[in-house]
């Protein structure tokens, strides 16, 4: 599976963006995707995954209530709704995907490229 990331940028404290992943080679209607962050000299974080079905979501504490995951497995595509954005949501963002619904990174199989987030105050 490739997976291209896309959708970051620079938005004001506040703010709302929508990452898009996108995936080709094979269809993702049989993984469970995530998205992850990673801020510079930080390890890579969990921020939301969602299973097979799309029935069942998880988030990380710090996002709950403002990001949304979302997948449409017929176009082959994940989402990350994100509203109310703070400065402390600046990371790369990664969509994952993986066979197993958790929120360790090093399970998930097949990694995008990363697209930036940029909140400033």
């Known amino acids: 599976v490739q997976l291209q990331a896309s959708g970051g940028g620079l938005v004001q404290a506040g703010g709302s963006l929508r990452l898009s992943c996108a995936a080709s080679?094979?269809?993702?209607?049989?993984?469970?995707m995530g998205w992850f962050r990673q801020a510079p000299g930080k390890e890579r974080d969990f921020v939301a995954a969602?299973?097979?079905?799309?029935?069942?979501?998880i988030y990380t504490d710090a996002v709950k209530g403002r990001f949304t995951i979302s997948r449409d497995n017929a176009k082959n595509t994940v989402y990350l709704q994100m509203n109310s954005l703070k400065p402390e949501d600046t990371a790369v963002y990664y969509c994952?995907?993986?066979?197993?619904?958790?929120?360790?990174?090093?399970?998930?199989?097949?990694w995008g490229q990363g697209t930036q987030v940029t909140v400033s105050s």
């Open positions: 994952a995907a993986g066979e197993v619904y958790t929120r360790n990174y090093k399970i998930y199989n097949y």
């Open positions: 969602i299973i097979w079905s799309g029935g069942s979501t």
């Open positions: 080679g094979r269809t993702i209607s049989r993984y469970v």
